[in-house]
């Protein structure tokens, strides 16, 4: 999965709130160097870490699935 605009807007929000990521990966539970990683455009979160995160943050990720036809 391709979470580039997503990891985008979670630095955005935390920049705009004025929380360091050390900040973030305590407050979060998502590790520092995990957190640094997607910042810089490195890995891909899980679900499970983008809701983590977005909860500190104040932010509701939500998932779409499209189901597609053409199998």
């Known amino acids: 999965m391709h979470f580039t605009k997503l990891i985008l807007e979670i630095k955005k929000r935390r ?9 973030l990966a305590e407050l979060s539970g998502v590790g ?6 997607f910042e810089s455009g490195k890995g891909n979160p899980t679900l499970l870490t983008l809701q ?10 939500s998932l ?8």
């Not at 709130?17 to 900040?23: F, I, P």
């Not at 983590?52 to 990720?61: A, H, Q, S």
């Open 52 to 61: 983590k995160l977005g909860d500190v943050l104040g932010m509701e990720i």
């Open 15 to 23: 920049e705009s709130l004025q929380v360091t990521q050390e900040h």
């Open 64 to 71: 779409s699935i499209k189901k597609i036809t053409n199998l």
């Open 32 to 37: 520092l160097r995990t957190l640094k990683q």
